[in-house]
């Protein structure tokens, strides 16, 4: 009876239209993290960041240098404040259209980020809509406080430094492929195209010339 | 000759030509930032035997990532609150602010596994394995305590 019950429920939830496309960009060990570095730049620069996120017209992510995670950007109580703003549009897998998304920054400081600082580091609105949204989300919100700082608002610069006391098993992995290939992959097609296309081609031609003969001797 | 065979030859050897033009005519990451910056020095990575290759740029951050990823389309990028990150094959560059200021940024060129421990922090769990810490929000700000 439990188990029929709990299959119900589970078949519920599974599709409740709408569902799917319920839910949130970001884990809440990311937002913890981004929400506690937006709160150390906030100290550093007295600044204060936060980013929301509605998916489908309703909030999805949301999260502040003030009150952390979960919850968005305050309306009141900061001197100077930016924060990011996205609409994420999913459209159900029967429709007609596509995802979308829009972003924007809401700033009072003097010479705000704007959103072309954002493309300039190679994120766009498409990003949020794409497989590796969560990753862009949070480096588009975690590059508010660099981006307040380079502009002219009298912000310093959150300080970098190497890390110390690297765990020794940790390391990179997945290496990445050719930065050849990635570079340049359209000219080596496009040239590796060339150089099989001649040899091909002279194939074709000289068959047919044959066959013509052929026929022609045949006649 | 025939006509065909001229025409093949034609088509093939253009291919070839294009294919040594691309070959040769590639510079890396290394080399492209080699040409565009101007170098100040090394600096030492803690725990970390290989030293990083220091660049300063004019520009600040967002300009000179995308200056370079222009040049070069890195194979994964973050950005955080510090700078920006670029992984390619075998390299790893961060552009970070230039502590004195004045709108400039910092270039710096590791090798995969140096750029990865240096930026541990910032790229860990992302682009490898990252063993640190998990926490709460602690807050931060004035009279946060932190």
Same mark, same amino acid.
């Given at each position: 009876?439990?188990? /029929? &019950?709990? %299959? !119900? #429920? #589970? %078949? &519920?939830t599974l599709f409740v239209p709408g569902a799917a496309s319920a839910g949130t960009i970001l884990q809440p060990a990311d937002e913890t993290e981004l929400a506690q570095a937006l709160a150390d730049a906030q100290e550093d620069q007295d600044v204060c960041y936060g980013w929301s996120v509605n998916i489908n017209g309703v909030v999805s992510d949301a999260g502040s240098s003030v009150d952390g995670p979960g919850r968005p950007p305050p309306d009141a109580g900061c001197g100077r404040f930016a924060t990011f703003l996205a609409e994420v549009s999913y459209t159900c897998d029967s429709c007609e259209g596509e995802d979308s998304a829009s972003i924007s920054i809401e700033s009072n400081l003097?010479? =705000? =980020?704007?959103v072309s600082d954002l493309e300039d580091l190679g994120y766009g609105a498409g990003d949020l809509v794409g497989e590796r949204d969560d990753s862009a989300l949070l480096d588009m919100v975690g590059a508010l406080p660099? #981006? *307040? %700082?380079? /502009? *002219? +608002?009298n912000v310093p610069n959150v300080e970098y430094a190497p890390a110390t006391g690297v765990p020794a098993k940790d390391g990179p992995t997945n290496s990445p492929g050719s930065d050849l290939l990635r570079d340049r992959w359209f000219l080596l097609v496009l040239f590796g195209g060339l150089l099989v296309f001649g040899p091909l081609w002279f194939f074709y031609k000289k068959g047919q010339e044959q066959l013509s003969m052929t026929t022609t001797a045949k006649e | 000759m025939s006509r065909h065979l001229l025409v093949a030859l034609l088509l093939s050897g253009a291919g070839i030509l294009g294919l040594v033009f691309v070959f040769t005519s590639h510079k890396s990451v290394r080399e492209s930032i080699a040409d565009r910056y101007d170098f100040v020095g090394t600096e030492a990575v803690p725990d970390d035997k290989d030293r990083t290759l220091v660049y300063a740029s004019s520009k600040p951050v967002s300009a000179t990532a995308k200056e370079i990823a222009g040049d070069h389309k890195p194979a994964e990028r973050r950005t955080t609150e510090a700078g920006a990150f670029l992984r390619y094959k075998e390299d790893i560059v961060s552009v970070v602010p230039d502590p004195a200021g004045g709108g400039r940024s910092r270039v710096l060129v590791d090798d995969e596994d140096t750029g990865?421990? /240096? +930026?541990? #922090?910032? !790229? @860990?769990g992302f682009w490898g394995t990252f063993s640190?810490? @998990?926490?709460?929000? /602690?807050? @931060? @700000? =004035?009279?946060?305590?932190k």
């Open positions: 009876m439990i188990g /029929r &019950v709990l %299959a !119900v #429920l #589970l %078949a &519920v003097p010479d =705000p =980020p704007k660099l #981006l *307040a %700082a380079q /502009r *002219a +608002n | 990865y421990r /240096r +930026n541990y #922090l910032f !790229v @860990g640190g810490r @998990g926490e709460s929000f /602690r807050g @931060g @700000g =004035p009279g946060a305590g």
